[in-house]
């Protein structure tokens, strides 16, 4: 249960959190952000077989932050040619909150980086970068050996 609480503000079943909590980085509510200390970024290494429901959760995660009026990118190295699965505990997705959900396909761990190194461009900064399947990008890396 920790879990769903941490990630949707909420107990399975339980109404949303009212409007003006906050949760996550920054505060949308008041039209802009709030600023962040690194010492209060969470972070979080989602782990397991494939087929456990990885992706559908980080999916789910993506949109509960949108709907908070959060700025996401979702990052995946494939094509997502359905939504992923529903989660449990968490509300439908709505359109809105998908078409606000900014999803980049990044090939390589190359476009990966370059993204990454980047990201301090935007304005505004997204809330939270969710990366799908980091382990691809890991284990495709080609490291030049210097002789």
Do not use: W
Request: proline content about 7%; glycine content about 10%; hydrophobic content about 40%.
């Amino acid at each position: 249960m920790a879990v769903v609480r941490g990630m949707f503000g909420r107990e399975p079943g339980q109404n949303p959190a009212p409007s003006g909590l906050t949760g996550g980085l920054g505060d949308a509510s008041a039209g802009g952000t709030l600023p962040v200390e690194s010492a209060n970024i969470p972070r979080c290494l989602l782990v397991g077989p494939k087929g456990s429901g990885k992706t559908a959760l980080l999916f789910q995660y993506g949109l509960s932050l949108v709907r908070q009026g959060r700025r996401v990118t979702f990052i995946s190295h494939e094509t997502l040619h359905t939504m992923p699965l529903h989660v449990a505990g968490a509300t439908k997705p709505d359109p809105l909150s998908l078409k606000r959900l900014q999803i980049l396909y990044l090939n390589s761990q190359e476009a990966l980086l370059k993204y990454l190194c980047s990201i301090h461009t935007q304005a505004p900064l997204p809330t939270a970068v969710l990366v799908d399947n980091l382990d691809y990008y890991v284990n495709t890396a080609q490291f030049s050996h210097v002789q």
